[in-house]
């Protein structure tokens, strides 16, 4: 009989030392290949000839200058030798320097007498003669914060943000005296609502991305990022707050709001991110001299935005509710619009737009599971009429109330 040696079982010590070194290892093994590759395997990336690449992502006209504020989006370093108006080259400082860095920027101050209203062409051209341009339909001086410019956002963003969502809230007597099946059929329309609003997230940083952002910063896949982290963060904060047992030694939020408040509650977080990124929209209208695309852009706001304060007052319809609740749930969606009209107007960035939106966009969808799965829940699926036709309702209003914008 062979008696076969057994061996001893390792210490906790090992064990962990084991566990540790497992995930290093690999670590380390992909540190070395990028070491390589940018070290001495370097001749594998010299393939083909790389070409200069730089956004011009903002002019702005102030007293007898336009600056240009450029950064380098190419591969290889340049430098900037020359600023042209209209084709036309004109002396030009730049600071820092001339020199640009991989994603460095630099400000182009070109002295020159501009016209208010006048389309201008700018120009930049680097070291191997490369140019590439950016058009300014209509020149307008470039915002100055002042007292009285963040009092004209406030105003704008409370008739845009604020006083549309208030009106619509106004609806909660009148949702309130509605049959259970028709109730379901409100709910279902501010699913529509909200879909069609995280739609339109999606389309405004798809435009600006295409607009303002150069390809190497893959604006597409920064707003699916900004999406995907905004609903996975927010499904769990709301499963933590407003599903916790009874038990818990903390009250969930649902035992002190009641649930149709904490779902309304979620649902105004969402339309406040929105607004928030239409209040961009209307900020960098103001900024860029659009007087009447941003008075078109606030009329026609207003008038959309009056049914996200039904989206809001729908989940209340059947639970008891305070007035002050109300007045905070409409400021909870509105006033972002205030300071997205601030940030647009005063320090627009094409980055931080897209990253709201996307935020917006996916807490959106966030509300929207969650009162999908009420839905289906409190009536047993989600195969009947109210529920279908609400959504497709909610989509047309949306829609038709968006033609205006």
């Known amino acids: 009989m062979t008696m076969e040696s057994e061996e001893p079982p390792a210490t906790p010590q090992k064990s962990q030392a084991r566990t540790v070194a497992s995930g290093?290892?690999?670590?380390?093994?992909?540190?070395?290949?990028?070491?390589?590759?940018?070290?001495?395997?370097?001749?594998?990336?010299?393939?083909?000839?790389?070409?200069?690449?730089?956004?011009?992502?903002?002019?702005?006209?102030?007293?007898?200058?336009?600056?240009?504020?450029?950064?380098?989006?190419?591969?290889m370093q340049v430098n900037i030798a020359i600023a042209d108006v209209n084709d036309r080259i004109h002396p030009a400082a730049v600071e820092p320097d001339g020199h640009l860095d991989r994603y460095e920027t630099a400000v182009v101050r070109i002295p020159f007498e501009w016209n208010e209203a006048e389309p201008y062409t700018i120009g930049i051209t680097v070291d191997d003669g490369t140019r590439f341009e950016k058009e300014v339909e209509a020149a307008a001086p470039a915002l100055v914060p002042s007292a009285d410019m963040?009092?004209?956002?406030?105003?704008?963003?409370?008739?845009?943000?604020?006083?549309?969502?208030?009106?619509?809230?106004?609806?909660?007597?009148?949702i309130r005296r509605m049959r259970r099946h028709v109730y379901?059929?409100?709910?279902?329309?501010?699913?529509?609502?909200?879909?069609?609003?995280?739609?339109?997230?999606?389309?405004?940083?798809?435009?600006?991305?295409?607009?303002?952002?150069?390809?190497?910063?893959?604006?597409?896949?920064?707003?699916?990022?900004?999406?995907?982290?905004?609903?996975?963060?927010?499904?769990?904060?709301?499963?933590?707050?407003?599903?916790?047992?009874?038990?818990?030694?903390?009250?969930?939020?649902?035992?002190?709001?009641?649930?149709?408040?904490?779902?309304?509650?979620?649902?105004?977080?969402?339309?406040?991110?929105?607004?928030?990124?239409?209040?961009?929209?209307?900020?960098?209208a103001v900024g860029l001299g659009s007087v009447a695309f941003s008075t078109f852009l606030i009329v026609g706001f207003a008038l959309?935005?009056?049914?996200?304060?039904?989206?809001?007052?729908?989940?209340?319809?059947?639970?008891?509710?305070?007035?002050w609740k109300i007045a905070a749930l409409g400021m909870v969606a509105g006033a972002p619009a205030i300071l997205g009209g601030w940030?647009?107007?005063?320090?627009?960035?094409?980055?931080?737009?897209?990253?709201?939106?996307?935020?917006?966009?996916?807490?959106?969808?966030?509300v929207m599971f969650v009162l999908v799965r009420q839905i289906g829940r409190e009536n047993g699926g989600l195969a009947g009429a109210p529920f279908v036709t609400g959504i497709a309702a909610g989509m047309l209003v949306m829609y038709l109330t968006s033609v205006l914008v």
């Not at 960035?349 to 966030?366: H, K, N, T, Y």
Request: charged content about 10%; overall charge negative; proline content about 5%.
């Open 150 to 174: 963040v009092v004209f956002f406030a105003i704008i963003g409370t008739y845009v943000g604020i006083i549309p969502v208030m009106i619509g809230l106004l609806w909660l007597p009148f």
């Open 24 to 75: 290093v290892i690999p670590f380390l093994f992909a540190v070395a290949m990028v070491a390589y590759i940018f070290g001495p395997g370097a001749s594998i990336l010299e393939l083909g000839t790389p070409l200069p690449e730089i956004t011009i992502e903002r002019v702005d006209f102030v007293d007898s200058e336009i600056q240009v504020t450029v950064r380098n989006t190419g591969p």
């Open 304 to 323: 959309h935005n009056i049914t996200e304060g039904v989206a809001i007052a729908a989940p209340l319809s059947h639970g008891r509710v305070i007035i």
């Open 184 to 284: 379901v059929f409100f709910l279902a329309i501010t699913i529509g609502l909200l879909l069609f609003l995280a739609l339109d997230s999606m389309e405004e940083a798809v435009d600006i991305s295409n607009e303002n952002l150069a390809s190497s910063f893959n604006g597409l896949m920064m707003l699916a990022t900004a999406i995907v982290l905004s609903f996975l963060g927010l499904y769990y904060v709301g499963e933590n707050l407003t599903e916790k047992g009874a038990g818990a030694s903390t009250p969930s939020v649902i035992s002190r709001l009641g649930r149709p408040m904490a779902i309304s509650l979620m649902i105004a977080v969402g339309i406040g991110l929105h607004n928030f990124g239409e209040g961009l929209a209307i900020g960098a």
């Open 343 to 366: 940030m647009g107007g005063f320090a627009y960035s094409p980055f931080a737009s897209i990253i709201f939106l996307g935020v917006g966009a996916g807490a959106i969808f966030q």
